[in-house]
């Protein structure tokens, strides 16, 4: 029985939630599996992930074939490295407490750089929100200083009216008294 390390869709269409599971490489997408490993969701920003790492090493170390996308997702969050110092340690090269503190070590550097990505992505936010503010800011003033320049249009133009009727009236009366 060949085993492959993949993901289960489930979630609604448009929003897609992913199950990480060994199963069997014969088991349908979504069909039976052995093991449900972790969760993973691409709808968020930087994505969640979850991954029983002793699990999945595992089901590595037993021959389980992960697939491309699942590979990528293993090696995120570390499985694969564990793997690699799991190696390290069966052929003598290293010790479990080395391997276990150059695992911790990554992991902590991996955090760091996740947290710095969601600071990023946080400040990016607020300043496209404050640049939002102030330019809906400078619209508002802008409409609020518009009616007033065209009260003042309107009524230039009103006294302009007032004073082409004046002149036209004086004309025709001016013209009668020229006749006389």
Do not use: C
Request: aromatic share 4%; glycine share 4%.
């Amino acid at each position: 029985m060949s085993v492959k390390i993949r993901l289960q869709r489930h979630g609604k269409k448009g929003k897609p939630y992913y199950w990480i599971v060994a199963a069997d490489a014969r088991a349908k997408r979504d069909g039976k599996y052995l093991e449900k490993l972790g969760h993973y969701n691409p709808n968020v920003n930087p994505a969640d992930i979850n991954v029983d790492v002793d699990s999945a090493v595992k089901w590595l170390n037993n021959g389980a074939q992960p697939t491309d996308t699942a590979r990528a997702i293993l090696s995120y969050k570390g499985v694969l490295l564990k793997k690699h110092l799991a190696v390290g340690i069966k052929k003598g090269a290293i010790t479990e407490e080395q391997a276990e503190k150059k695992f911790q070590a990554w992991l902590d550097e991996k955090q760091a750089k996740v947290d710095a990505k969601k600071d990023g992505l946080s400040k990016a936010d607020a300043d496209a929100k404050a640049k939002a503010l102030e330019a809906e800011k400078a619209v508002n003033e802008a409409r609020t200083a518009a009616p007033v320049v065209e009260e003042e249009v309107a009524e230039e133009a009103a006294e302009a009216i007032v004073t082409e009727e004046t002149s036209e009236e004086a004309t025709p009366a001016q013209a009668s008294n020229e006749e006389e």
